[in-house]
Every structure is written in C-alpha cells, then in structure tokens.
C-alpha cells in the first residue's frame, strides 16, 4: 500500500524539499549511516521522492546515524516525526521490530546530545502508538535523567515504569540510574539500597556498577565544603585548648 499523496507531502516537509536528489536507495542510506548533519532527512527525502514506499528498517537506518553522531538530536527527532505519519497509514506498524528500535535509537541520539525533556516526550509518544516497551529505550531515557540539574526521582520512577510495560530492567539500567546518582550528588544511601534490590531481582553487578556507587558515595561539594570548615574549626579548638593548657602549666610553674 503505498502513501497517499497527502501523506507523502506531509513526510517531505518535515525537512527542506529542496535537498532532495534522485539517488538510489541502498547508497542513500550508507550514508544516511555515516553521513553528517541532515544525511539522515535527506535519504529519506529522496527516497519519497523517487515515488518509493519507506519501511520500518529505513527509518531505522536514518535515526542510527544521528545517534552515532553528535548534537543531530533534532534531525533524528524530525525523523521520529516523519515515522510517525507512515505508523498511522497502516494499522500493525507500530509492533514492528524496527519501528521500536527507531524510537529507542532517537531516545539515545537525545541522551548523547544532553536532552533529557525531549527524551522522556519519546517515550509517551511511544506509549500512544502502542509501540511495544524496550529496554533500551527506557535505559537511554534514564540516563538522560543526569543531564539538566538531574532528575533522579523522574529516572528511578521510569525503572519502574518500564517494569508495568514489559521491559525487564537489566544491568545497563540500574548503572543508568546509579549515573543519575552520581551526578546529583549525595545519594550514597540511595545508590546502596539500589544494589541490595539489584541482588534481590537477581540482576548482576558489572565493573560499571562499582564504579557507579563509589562514585554516588562521594560527598556532595556542600558537603565537602561544609566538613572542611568543622575539620578547621575543630583544629582550631583544639590549639586554643593546647594553648591554654600550656599556658596554664606555666603559671603553676611559676
């Protein structure tokens, strides 16, 4: 079934018509892959505009580039967008394999790019497309969480989120959340309690997960600062202590 010409215009325009050239398909997407900024929209571009249906693994091909490059977060939520149109052309789309891998690859493109709101909008629109939970998608989402001050309460009620969907949360998730954690600041409490329910649910620490919770045990710099200064002002005490006990044992002397 190919898209209506309504929809294939609203496809089109979601980036600039102009950059479209007529090359083919399979070279487009090598280097919609491994191009640079817009590589992505414009093999798409092309591809629509030779009078060719796009798939699943086409818009999946488009946003993996921007993920694999820096700072093309908005192209590859264009992109998202462009799938989105084709997803409701045809009912059953949105349970392909490659349609949740797209939107999993965008979720991370917007982590890389330091993106956090953007990042948990995918995974609404994700839900609202009946798009079948990830594990990965929600673990990108997670670890955007870090970014933007850092939302560790947002980040450790989406590893619960993507438990009620279906997505089992794995080591790469909880060292997701023990790096919003660390990058909070004073959650070395919080990060311990996360490794006795890692045990419980029988998900195995890794390298990344030790590393993630000394690091969440490190005081925050409030909290450096403010026990330098009790260390100082208790150094101080104890040399007027000192000193006045010296003095004191002078004056027996005497």
């Not at 249906?53 to 939520?77: K, Q």
């Not at 948990?120 to 594990?135: C, D, F, H, N, W």
């Amino acid at each position: 079934l190919a898209l209506s010409s309504k929809s294939t215009a609203a496809l089109i325009s979601a980036h600039d018509s102009d950059s479209c050239a007529a090359s083919g398909a399979s070279s487009s997407s090598s280097s919609a892959a491994a191009g640079g900024a817009g590589a992505g929209l414009s093999m798409l571009q092309q591809h629509l505009a030779r009078g060719l249906e796009p798939d699943g693994h086409l818009f999946l091909i488009a946003i993996s580039g921007c993920t694999r490059a820096g700072d093309r977060w908005r192209e590859a939520m264009q992109i998202v967008g462009m799938m989105e149109v084709w997803l409701k052309q045809r009912k059953g789309r949105s349970q392909l394999d490659e349609v949740g891998k797209a939107f999993a690859a965008c979720v991370s493109a917007c982590d890389h790019s330091k993106q956090r709101d953007p990042a948990l909008s995918l995974l609404s629109r994700m839900e609202s497309l009946g798009v079948p939970a990830r594990t990965e998608a929600y673990n990108a989402a997670i670890s955007a969480c870090r970014h933007a001050g850092g939302d560790p309460q947002m980040a450790r009620s989406l590893l619960a989120r993507m438990a009620r969907r279906g997505a089992e949360p794995d080591v790469q998730s909880y060292n997701a959340l023990l790096a919003v954690y660390t990058s909070t600041g004073g959650m070395g409490a919080d990060a311990l309690k996360l490794l006795d329910e890692m045990r419980r649910k029988h998900v195995d620490p890794n390298a990344i997960t030790y590393l993630g919770l000394l690091t969440a045990c490190r005081p925050t710099h409030a909290q450096s600062k403010a026990l330098r200064k009790a260390a100082l002002e208790r150094r101080k005490a104890g040399a007027a202590a000192s000193a006045s006990s010296l003095m004191a044992g002078s004056s027996l002397a005497g």
